[in-house]
């Protein structure tokens, strides 16, 4: 069974940083597609970063760019977010996503989603 696993989500200050872990199970993810969505409360879920198998692809919403950095160890199957400067806009659950093929980085693309970690941003 295949399962994503997010962890590292919490309450932080503005301007803040946190580190979300995801790790995958069930199978070997070396060779997939990984991101990170994000939904806050009343919102559509978004895009928040995406990374290729071998690190080459690598993209930002345009909100995460320069604050946010996405980083894969396939020896751990695992996929990282960390996350810097944080605002109060960059609360909700963030929810990491997993594919086999490099197409499209819509919600409707990803075979796989984790249940989701909490980050709360507020003083």
């Known amino acids: 069974q295949v399962q994503l696993v997010e962890s590292g989500g919490g309450l932080v200050q503005p301007g803040g940083s946190l580190r979300l872990s995801c790790v995958a199970s069930g199978r070997t993810f070396s060779r997939d597609t990984m991101g990170w969505f994000r939904q806050a409360p009343g919102k559509e879920r978004e895009f928040v970063a995406v990374?290729?198998?071998?690190?080459?692809?690598?993209n930002y919403a345009d909100s995460a760019k320069g604050r946010f950095t996405i980083s894969r160890d396939n020896a751990k199957n695992t996929v990282y977010l960390q996350m810097n400067s944080l605002k109060p806009e960059d609360t909700g659950v963030y929810y990491c996503?997993?594919?086999?093929?490099?197409?499209?980085?819509?919600?409707?693309?990803?075979?796989?989603w984790g249940q989701g970690t909490q980050v709360t941003v507020s003083s």
């Open positions: 990374l290729g198998w071998s690190s080459g692809i690598r």
């Open positions: 996503v997993a594919k086999s093929d490099s197409g499209s980085w819509s919600a409707g693309a990803w075979d796989y």
